[in-house]
């Protein structure tokens, strides 16, 4: 017999068993069970609970842990509440573009969330989340990939692909050149009505230091990088009957200004 936590079945009576994510009580005999957790209902709600940092314990019943509560009722009735719909709203707008990894803090597996960007773990409240991104190592570390910046052997250092040039290590080396360096912005500017409109994607070129291709989304082919190439493949007759990706409606390619 399907019972345990991990399926928010736990018993009941002598002939009944509860579902305690759904709030329902099912007749205690495998098939009933086995129809209940693989029922479209259950799953739904056990997607919501992995997704919002609902668990449940026979002590405290079923626990919220971004709202630090217990609560009774329906799970979807808690996730509309104010607190809660804030806190996932504020999580996601913190973490939003930012490489910072919740799901597993959200599916009740850790109590860190992960920053890739920085490789390092931090304690998930919104306050540390909020800190962590705007620190200048984040800051710094997150525009690197985006603008083709590179650690050279000089630590004080960093080479700029873009514009061949060496530019301080340090953040506002970094903030001025991404942001006010003309040669640099120009060359996004130049590369925008590609990446945006005709589905070229700039990201492996600007992360690989030896990379001398882009990459066309729409044809999965390789180009190199310089404008008269790139002009002459988007006007090939493949490239224009391709269909359009679905990257060319979003500006995710273009670094923020
Ligand atoms: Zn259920
Ligand atoms: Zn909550
Ligand atoms: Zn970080
Ligand atoms: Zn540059
Ligand atoms: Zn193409």
Redesign the pocket.
């Given at each position: 017999m399907i019972t345990g936590i991990c399926y928010g079945i736990v018993a009941s009576t002598k002939t009944r068993v509860r579902c305690v994510f759904c709030g329902v009580y099912i007749p205690k005999a495998s098939k009933c069970i086995e129809e209940h957790i693989n029922g479209a209902k259950h799953k739904e709600n056990m997607e919501l609970v992995y997704e919002?940092?609902i668990s449940y314990d026979s002590s405290r019943g079923l626990y919220?842990k971004?709202?630090a509560?217990s609560f009774e009722g329906s799970i979807v009735q808690?996730?509309e509440?104010d607190?809660?719909a804030n806190?996932i709203a504020t999580l996601e707008d913190l973490t939003d573009g930012e490489y910072i990894h919740v799901d597993a803090f959200l599916a009740g597996q850790t109590d860190v969330a992960f920053c890739s960007t920085c490789q390092v773990t931090i304690p998930c409240t919104l306050h540390n989340i909020e800190a962590h991104v705007n620190e200048d190592f984040h800051i710094m570390e997150t525009l690197k990939p985006l603008n083709g910046l590179f650690s050279v052997d000089n630590p004080l250092e960093l080479w700029c692909k873009v514009c061949d040039v060496y530019i301080d290590n340090t953040t506002p080396g970094v903030l001025e050149h991404s942001e006010d360096d003309d040669h640099h912005v120009n060359w996004f500017k130049k590369m925008e009505p590609y990446t945006a409109n005709n589905g070229i994607s700039i990201g492996n070129y600007l992360t690989h230091e030896f990379e001398n291709k882009v990459y066309c989304l729409r044809c999965k082919a390789e180009i190199l990088c310089n404008t008269e190439s790139i002009d002459y493949h988007i006007q090939t007759d493949a490239h224009m009957s391709a269909e359009p990706h679905h990257s060319e409606i979003s500006d995710l390619q273009i670094p923020p200004d």
């Open positions: 919002n940092g919220c971004l709202c509560t808690h996730l509440m607190d809660h806190y």
